[in-house]
């Protein structure tokens, strides 16, 4: 967006604005008052850490900036050290509500093994999900397709000590 109008940055600055924690709160199947039905875990024997992170707006500096989604996904990484896992094997799955898109962003491990259309796939089970209203169905099938991808392309041998919460972070 750095060539984005006057217009433009006021409007997706308006958008963010008016996106709300109730709205990450429908996605995770929480109610007004917080409680979730459930943390997002991955398999006791799941070779990879998958970590999902619900934004209801980005930060007001950082909409008008032009951040990418794809930007904020990798900074988010980076801030909640994903990749700090001894395998290289964290995943982030992160929604941002404001813009309605989905980024993926895999360890250098995993993103080896796992090309940029498959986790494409995935973003497209959460966002069609989502535009039928489906928040909490559809992001319980892009975070099982995620296991199903790191079973494949990294099969366990054993089980592993859970590196990184399960919990989602609502932001």
Same mark, same amino acid.
């Given at each position: 967006?750095?060539?984005? *109008?006057?217009?433009?940055?006021?409007?997706?600055?308006?958008?963010?604005?008016?996106? *709300?924690?109730?709205?990450?709160?429908?996605?995770?199947? *929480?109610?007004?008052? !917080?409680?979730?039905? !459930?943390?997002?875990?991955?398999? =006791?024997?799941?070779?990879?850490?998958?970590?999902?992170?619900? +934004?209801?707006?980005?930060?007001? @500096?950082?909409?008008?900036?032009?951040?990418?989604?794809?930007?904020?996904?990798?900074?988010?990484? =980076? @801030?909640?050290?994903?990749?700090?896992?001894?395998?290289?094997? !964290?995943?982030?799955?992160?929604?941002?509500?404001? +813009?309605?898109?989905?980024?993926?962003?895999?360890?250098?491990?995993?993103?080896?093994?796992?090309?940029?259309?498959?986790?494409?796939?995935?973003?497209?089970?959460?966002?069609? !999900?989502?535009?039928?209203?489906?928040?909490? +169905?559809?992001?319980?099938?892009?975070?099982?397709?995620?296991?199903?991808?790191?079973?494949?392309?990294?099969?366990?041998?054993?089980?592993? $000590?859970? +590196?990184?919460?399960?919990? $989602?972070?609502?932001?």
């Amino acid at each position: 967006m750095e060539h984005a *109008s006057f217009g433009q940055r006021l409007g997706r600055v308006i958008r963010h604005w008016r996106s *709300s924690k109730a709205d990450a709160q429908r996605l995770s199947g *929480s109610n007004p008052r !917080g409680r979730r039905a !459930g943390h997002y875990r991955r398999r =006791a024997n799941a070779p990879g850490e998958v970590r999902f992170i619900v +934004e209801a707006a980005l930060p007001t @500096d950082e909409a008008w900036d032009g951040i990418s989604n794809r930007q904020r996904a990798l900074a988010l990484f =980076a @801030d909640y050290g994903v990749w700090d896992t001894e395998d290289n094997c !964290g995943v982030l799955l992160y929604v941002n509500l404001a +813009e309605h898109k989905v980024d993926i962003v895999a360890d250098r491990g995993i993103d080896r093994k796992i090309d940029s259309s498959t986790w494409q796939a995935v973003c497209r089970t959460m966002t069609e !999900g989502f535009k039928r209203g489906n928040y909490h +169905e559809a992001t319980l099938a892009a975070i099982e397709q995620v296991n199903s991808l790191l079973r494949e392309h990294f099969p366990a041998n054993g089980t592993r $000590p859970n +590196e990184l919460p399960d919990k $989602p972070i609502m932001l």
